[in-house]
């Protein structure tokens, strides 16, 4: 059998693939099958901090703009990058459900870039529901990853196995933790629109983002997961998820954010472009987005 595997769905009325003797070839796309943001992969700061291989070119030429040129560049690259992640949140919440897409998309945001596929893979066979009923320990989930596992370059408090204890503690602490996370839902500001080009340190006072900061660490998490991880782990997972949920109106909370593990060169970065100020364009999670969305 011959199957044609597309990565986007064949435009409406486009001809089919055919055989060299005129049959025509089924095909697949793999874009709505997807369950996990690919393009993060590729991008993700951790591989572009490794490797210093993201497309600095693209970086350079925004020197030849005006500052504010530049803010709303990055704006549009990272309205881009989050609309996609709330576009692979839709589908896997679709096709996994609310509860299993929240416990697939925190293992996947603790593994970091290097173990996300091993701990998605620890996530198909451990379902939250079965991790209940079981309460596997650290070790009989590291096995599912076998050889699988990437430590080198990693801090040790960054290793897969210190990541799995700390989701097991969060899990036995809060085996139902997705639900928490969805009264969140109605409980989040519902601001229409992705208008980033406000003030950070004004919209953070006034949304009272420090205060949200602590209800996500105390009532979702149990203070199981602290710093910089958890800001990445609201970014990258909750945010997009809830957005999912009910198409609400969260690019905003995501935008300003704080930036979680911000790699150096992308804080380097956002320096040498002048783009940050004090008081007014802080530091954030969008700015660093934005940097990312070039680099891919």
Same mark, same amino acid.
């Given at each position: 059998?011959?199957?044609?595997?597309?990565?986007?769905?064949?435009?409406?009325?486009?001809? $089919?693939?055919?055989? #060299?003797?005129?049959?025509?070839?089924?095909?697949? *796309?793999?874009? $709505?099958?997807?369950?996990?943001?690919?393009?993060?992969?590729?991008? &993700? &700061?951790?591989?572009?901090?490794?490797? %210093?291989?993201?497309?600095?070119?693209?970086?350079?030429?925004?020197?030849?703009?005006? /500052?504010?040129?530049?803010?709303?560049?990055?704006?549009?690259?990272?309205?881009?990058?989050?609309?996609?992640?709330?576009?692979?949140?839709?589908?896997?919440?679709?096709?996994?459900?609310?509860?299993?897409?929240?416990?697939?998309?925190?293992?996947?945001?603790?593994?970091?870039?290097?173990?996300?596929?091993?701990?998605?893979?620890?996530?198909?066979?451990?379902?939250?529901?079965?991790? %209940?009923?079981?309460?596997?320990?650290?070790?009989?989930?590291?096995?599912?990853?076998?050889? %699988?596992?990437?430590?080198?370059?990693?801090?040790?408090?960054?290793?897969?196995?210190?990541?799995?204890?700390?989701?097991?503690?969060?899990?036995?602490?809060?085996?139902?933790?997705?639900?928490?996370? #969805?009264?969140?839902?109605? %409980?989040?500001?519902?601001?229409?629109?992705?208008?980033?080009?406000?003030? *950070?340190?004004?919209?953070?006072?006034?949304?009272?983002?420090?205060?949200?900061?602590?209800?996500?660490?105390?009532?979702?998490?149990?203070?199981?997961? =602290?710093?910089?991880?958890?800001? +990445?782990? /609201?970014? &990258?997972?909750?945010?997009?998820?809830?957005?999912?949920?009910?198409?609400?109106?969260? =690019?905003?909370?995501?935008?300003?954010?704080?930036?979680?593990?911000? $790699?150096?060169?992308?804080? #380097?970065?956002?320096?040498?472009?002048?783009?940050?100020?004090?008081?007014?364009?802080?530091?954030?999670? =969008?700015? +660093?987005?934005? /940097?990312? =969305?070039?680099?891919?």
């Amino acid at each position: 059998m011959i199957l044609h595997v597309l990565y986007h769905p064949l435009a409406r009325g486009a001809p $089919p693939t055919l055989t #060299e003797s005129g049959v025509e070839i089924p095909n697949v *796309s793999l874009m $709505p099958l997807l369950w996990y943001d690919l393009e993060a992969y590729a991008s &993700d &700061d951790s591989i572009v901090e490794s490797t %210093r291989s993201g497309n600095e070119a693209a970086i350079e030429k925004l020197f030849e703009l005006s /500052i504010e040129e530049r803010r709303e560049r990055l704006r549009c690259q990272a309205l881009e990058r989050w609309e996609l992640k709330v576009h692979f949140s839709r589908q896997r919440i679709k096709h996994c459900g609310w509860e299993e897409a929240c416990h697939m998309t925190a293992l996947e945001v603790l593994g970091y870039a290097a173990n996300r596929i091993p701990m998605l893979w620890v996530a198909s066979a451990f379902p939250l529901a079965r991790c %209940r009923n079981e309460k596997p320990g650290v070790e009989r989930l590291f096995e599912l990853g076998r050889d %699988r596992w990437i430590t080198l370059g990693a801090r040790p408090a960054n290793y897969p196995r210190q990541r799995l204890l700390q989701y097991v503690e969060w899990m036995n602490r809060a085996p139902f933790w997705p639900s928490v996370l #969805e009264d969140f839902e109605r %409980r989040l500001p519902n601001l229409q629109g992705n208008d980033f080009g406000g003030n *950070s340190a004004e919209f953070r006072k006034s949304c009272g983002l420090g205060e949200w900061r602590d209800r996500f660490s105390k009532e979702v998490v149990l203070e199981q997961v =602290g710093g910089a991880k958890l800001d +990445t782990l /609201i970014c &990258d997972g909750f945010l997009p998820l809830l957005a999912a949920r009910n198409e609400r109106g969260l =690019g905003m909370f995501w935008f300003y954010w704080f930036s979680g593990n911000a $790699p150096k060169s992308v804080v #380097e970065s956002l320096k040498n472009l002048q783009v940050l100020q004090p008081r007014r364009y802080v530091l954030s999670n =969008g700015w +660093t987005q934005g /940097i990312l =969305g070039l680099r891919a």
